[in-house]
Nanobody, 115 residues
C-alpha cells in the first residue's frame, strides 16, 4: 500500500507565494514520478506540474514561470513553490505518485487566493 500526504495549503493574497509539500510512503520499490494536479469547484482535474524519476519536469502553460516543482532528498518527496499567485489559482491541489506504474493520490490541500 502507498500513502500520499500533502501539506502547505492555505489562504494568500494575490501576488503572494505558497509552498506545497508531498510525501509518498509505504510499499515503494519503484517510483516513476510525482506531480501536482488541481481541481476547482465544478471543473475537471488539471495537471499543474510533474517530475519524473529522472528529474524531467513538465508544467501547465498557465503556471510556467510562476510555479516550480522540485524533489526533496528522496525521490518520494516533492515540493511545489508557487509564486505570483492569482485568484484563478484557487483550487484543491492534489499530489500524485506513480509507483510501479500505478497512480496513487493524496487527499488534497486547499489553496485560496484572494483578490
Amino acid at each position: 500500500q502507498v500513502h500520499v500526504v500533502e501539506s502547505g495549503g492555505g489562504l494568500v493574497q494575490a501576488g503572494g507565494s505558497l509552498r506545497l509539500a508531498c510525501a509518498a510512503s509505504g510499499s515503494i520499490f519503484s517510483i516513476n514520478g510525482m506531480g501536482w494536479y488541481r481541481q476547482a469547484p465544478g471543473k475537471q482535474r488539471d495537471l499543474v506540474a510533474v517530475i519524473t524519476s529522472g528529474g524531467d519536469t513538465n508544467y501547465a502553460d498557465s503556471v510556467k514561470g510562476r510555479f516550480t516543482i522540485s524533489r526533496g532528498n528522496t525521490k518520494n518527496t516533492v515540493y511545489l513553490q508557487m509564486n505570483s499567485l492569482n485568484p484563478e489559482d484557487t483550487a484543491v491541489y492534489l499530489c500524485n505518485a506513480v509507483v510501479a506504474w500505478k497512480n496513487y493520490w493524496g487527499q488534497g490541500t486547499q489553496v485560496t487566493v484572494s483578490s
